[in-house]
């Protein structure tokens, strides 16, 4: 399907919105202070049913059901109540990324296509892929930037198998005097 075909919706709705995966089970995206106002306004302004929405252990997420759901997650229209202001690392998706701590950089990581078949979609439409990274790049680098020491390390302890580098870049100063490497 082009993307010119997809009557008003997004390129990456028509594929998602055919996906068996749940993307938003079992999955605890971290969210930064201010992403978590935006979404606090939001969930205000729309007047959506939502207790208790972000949860806080090592790093601050939005919080889960008993089955393991994002809580912003509408079950039974399967998508995202608060989509237009998603955490950062949902907007990034399908890419997602590690810090190694060692050379001092951030490594760019795409999920394989047997977890995620957006992914595969992107990775066959070059100018696509090129697009949502450049908006995966700034969400991510926004987390780096804006999350504590403490959370990112914990975030890094985070184990992301079926992924595959898709590039690297040099972490900022700031960010490698943060992480007192």
């Known amino acids: 399907m082009s993307k010119e075909d997809n009557k008003g919706t997004t390129y990456s709705f028509d594929v998602c919105s055919q996906c068996k ?3 938003c089970q079992d999955a605890k995206p ?4 201010n992403r978590k106002k935006i979404i606090q306004e939001y969930i205000k302004k729309k007047k959506l049913r939502v207790a ?5 252990g090592e790093y601050t997420f939005p919080a889960v059901d008993s089955d ?6 509408n079950k039974k229209t399967c998508k995202c109540m608060v989509h237009p202001v998603k955490p950062e690392t949902c907007v990034a ?15 760019f990581f795409l999920k394989k296509t047997e977890i995620c078949a957006y992914a595969g979609v992107l990775f066959k439409d070059k100018p696509a892929l090129k697009e949502l990274f450049e908006v995966a790049r700034k969400q991510i680098l926004t987390i ?4 504590s020491a403490d959370e990112l390390r914990a975030l890094m302890k985070i184990e992301e198998p079926q992924t595959f580098k898709f590039c690297e870049e040099p972490l900022s100063p700031e960010a ?6």
């Open 144 to 147: 780096i930037d804006q999350l």
């Open 21 to 23: 995966s749940i993307c």
């Open 68 to 73: 393991v759901y994002c809580k912003l997650f």
């Open 52 to 56: 208790e929405p972000f949860s806080k």
């Open 93 to 107: 998706g399908p890419f997602t990324f590690d810090i190694n701590f060692n050379t001092q950089k951030v490594c």
């Open 176 to 181: 490698i005097r943060k992480l007192d490497l």
């Open 30 to 33: 971290p969210l930064t202070e």
